[in-house]
């Protein structure tokens, strides 16, 4: 039998048997005039490069972008903001070592959109359960001053056991400067003065990432 659409193929086949034209189809609902839904979902993906670029565009990329008006932009962003929370939530419940992936994604949906550079940390307790997830700096497009002593300081209120640090590149590329090591070196030593460890480093760019503890820099 012959599957006419996409909203069915999720039905008989499951979410996971979309692609990615389908399922930006399927929040997009309606096409524009001349342009069916699934013409203007593939169109879109064309122009702006793939789903994560598309997802994590400010509203003044999609000005030229016909059949876009503010309802379907809303959708957009409702639906990046419920995958954040969805991230979030998870991570919540679950041990960042046992799940590193979500800790990714999550640390990727708060930071790869950003136009300048957010240091971010995450606390966790002896478990590696998260206490807290929070920003601590931020800086210019190329730049952020990090305070190793700030850090300690918030993990010893929290009682923290753990911590893994993030920070964006917003020029895209991941690869990480001499001054990130420098500081995550710094903050590393900070920690273990005070027997806090210090699990991984991750930056993120333009869909990816470089994880310190991958590199063996940890």
Known sequence: MK??????????????????????????????PGQNVLDLAGQMLQDFGSLYQLMTASKAAFTDVKGVGEAKLAQLYAVAELAKRFFASKLARESVMENPQVTRQYLQ??????EREIFMALFLDNQHRVLRAQQMF????????????????????????????????????????????????????????????LLDHLVIGHGEYVSFAERGWL
């Open 109 to 114: 949906s708060m930071l790869a959109h950003q």
């Open 3 to 32: 599957i006419k659409g996409p909203r069915e193929k999720l039905q008989r086949l499951g979410a996971h048997s979309l692609s990615d034209t389908e399922l930006l189809a399927l929040f997009l609902r309606t096409g524009s």
């Open 138 to 197: 931020s800086g210019s497009i190329n730049s952020v001053e990090v305070h190793p002593r700030e850090i300690v300081r918030e993990a010893l209120k929290l009682n923290a056991a753990a911590l893994i640090l993030a920070h964006n590149h917003p020029s895209g590329r991941s690869e990480p400067s001499r001054a990130d090591r420098e500081v995550t070196c710094k903050v590393s030593e900070a920690c273990q003065l005070l027997d806090i460890r």
